[in-house]
């Protein structure tokens, strides 16, 4: 999708930071967490953050 807005990059980092156990390898449930622990109004968003973060996570970026 190309080059990710900083405020992407970064909810997905504190994201991990704070609930990086409950996050998988999946997009699909990585969508459902993120609608759980946060309060991203946004489809567009959420899906963006929510891949993001599954990204990190098959790459282990995180950590």
Not at 28 to 37: A, D, G
Not at 42 to 48: A, D, G, H, I, L
Request: net charge positive; proline share 2%.
């Amino acid at each position: 999708m190309g080059i990710k807005p900083s405020y992407i990059k970064t909810l997905s980092e504190e994201l991990l930071a704070k609930h990086g156990k409950k996050f998988s390898k999946d997009f699909e449930e990585n969508k459902q967490i993120v609608s759980e622990v946060t309060v991203i109004e946004s489809k567009r968003v959420r899906n963006r953050v929510a891949g993001n973060i599954t990204r990190r996570v098959n790459r282990k970026k995180y950590r």
